[in-house]
């Protein structure tokens, strides 16, 4: 399980989430954009920044809920520490 935060090109917005597959959801929140329905698609919020691997889902949505609930500045400095320069994330050649 993966807990993750998106932003948009101009970095004004976090998103995060959780999945069991990665790739895929990046790609649901990519084929999402411009969807005004959705928050990602409204504020194109689909570049990924950073992420965790969690063991299970339980764990993985305590994380997500635990996030939310950070201020911007605590989840900015998270973000900074894994992606200081906060460039969009390539699962296929990310070294970490």
Known sequence: M???ILTNPTKTVLYIG???DLTRRLFEHSEGRGNVGKFT???QA???IYFEICPDAVQAIAREKQ???WT???KEA???GFNPEWKEIDLETWKG
């Open 78 to 80: 998270l973000i900074n």
């Open 2 to 4: 993966y807990v993750y």
């Open 46 to 48: 689909d570049l990924l």
């Open 67 to 69: 996030l939310k609930g």
């Open 72 to 74: 911007r500045a605590k």
């Open 18 to 20: 959780t999945t069991n």
């Open 41 to 43: 698609g409204k504020y």
